[in-house]
């Protein structure tokens, strides 16, 4: 599970947004959102004092004046073993998680420094209806240098997503790397409107991104304000699509802010009301959950808990549904499914969760409350 919120390491865009084109070439927080905070942030509270380090102050010593430097606080640039979802769990060595399976990959994890990112449309000014090319260049915050080696995290190297503004409309799609090095993909938007773009990642050697970016088509005369969404909580837990039965349990029955949930599901077949046992690894896992907020600021990646119930956590051995070194493709998955959350704040959320079968990709949209702690 990945979480992120709003930056707390952003700075300001260096471009705006509007229907009458979008290019963004900015830093603004890998956690999301479109906040600008400057060096009131505390990144930018130590570059200030990094500034300040190159004054002297007046000491004494033994009777006389003593010019002492101020040093400079160095970046933590210590490398260790991170977990891609749970970025948490570090390790000195190279291993799997124990929460989820997951291969460690080499990275700076105590490193905050958000990447840059350079954000492009062609045609500059999107119309809806249309096709419309995407285009993503990641640069090193403290070299500047391009970008181009990136960890693979379940099965891909760059995941994205494109939600509508009312979140109506959901899309998770996979960029691919041009030998410039850049990112791109062909969308084409279904209506007229503003729409979330957010960049999941994880640079070689580096920190876990996840960047969003916004995106207004051509046409789109709407209020920002009056057409955000507005979440309803689904009064039944249980939804059908394409063939599929999906039943949604939370535990606990109300999420809390702060604290971790669970997600469960049972699949049935929707015809015969049999459990689904028949469910495909889509990117090396039996499901993908996307959770965000209703002001769309705060944001969750999950995937299910790939380890047989029942397994301790940080204790072996691991026992995997989806077992090292078998080819996935080979393997059925379901009836059960679960994913862990941790919603960051407050309000209400939707999750928009993935599940293959018969080689569709099937989306489940489930929206519910999150409580304030006490």
């Known amino acids: 599970m990945k979480l992120r919120s709003d930056p707390e390491y952003g700075v300001t865009e260096s471009c705006c947004l509007g229907g009458d084109g979008l290019e ?18 505390p990144l930018g509270r130590a570059i200030s004092v990094a500034v300040a380090a190159v004054a002297l102050v007046a000491g004494e010593a033994r009777g006389q004046d003593l010019l002492v430097p101020v040093p400079a606080p ?25 929460r989820d399976g997951m291969a460690l990959v ?43 080696d990136f960890a693979m995290v379940h099965d891909r190297r760059y995941h994205l997503f494109v939600i509508s503004q009312d979140m109506a409309y959901f899309e998770h ?3 691919e790397q041009d030998p410039d090095g850049s990112w791109t993909i062909d969308i084409t938007l279904p209506r007229a409107g503003y729409y979330k773009v957010l960049s999941d990642f994880v640079p070689s050697g580096g920190t876990a ?32 699509v394409g063939g599929l039965t999906a039943t949604l349990t939370l535990d606990p029955p109300t999420f809390v802010a702060g604290l971790y949930g669970h997600l469960n599901f049972f699949l049935r077949d929707a015809a015969t009301g ?28 999950s995937h299910p808990i790939d380890l047989s119930a029942g397994f301790d956590d940080e204790a072996g051995p691991m026992l995997f ?54």
Do not use: W
């Open 106 to 148: 080499r990275a700076t994890p105590f490193d905050v420094r958000d990447y840059t990112m350079q954000f492009s449309t062609e045609p500059r000014v999107v119309e809806a209806g249309e096709p419309a090319t995407l285009r993503f260049a990641i640069h090193h915050p403290g070299s500047g240098e391009l970008v181009r």
């Open 274 to 301: 049999e459990p689904a046992t028949d469910l495909q690894a889509y990117l090396g896992a039996f499901g993908h959950t996307l959770i965000l907020n209703e002001d769309m600021s705060e944001y969750v990646h």
């Open 209 to 240: 991104q996840f960047i969003a970016r916004p995106l207004v088509t051509r046409g789109y005369t709407g209020d920002f304000a009056s057409d955000s969404a507005r979440l309803v909580p689904d009064t039944g837990f249980t939804k059908s």
């Open 173 to 175: 799609i996979h960029p």
């Open 74 to 98: 160095s970046l933590d640039d210590r490398v260790a073993y991170m977990c891609p979802i749970h970025s948490d769990y570090t390790s000195e060595v190279e291993g799997r998680c124990p």
């Open 24 to 41: 963004i070439d900015s830093v603004n927080g890998r956690y999301g959102g479109d906040v600008s905070r400057p060096l009131s942030t």
């Open 321 to 374: 549904m989806l077992p090292m070194g078998v080819d996935p493709e080979t393997l059925n998955g379901g009836p059960e499914v679960t994913f862990d959350a941790l919603m960051p704040a407050p309000g209400r959320y939707r999750a928009f969760t993935q599940f293959r079968r018969n080689d569709v990709i099937l989306d489940f949209a489930f929206t519910f409350e999150v409580a304030a702690a006490e």
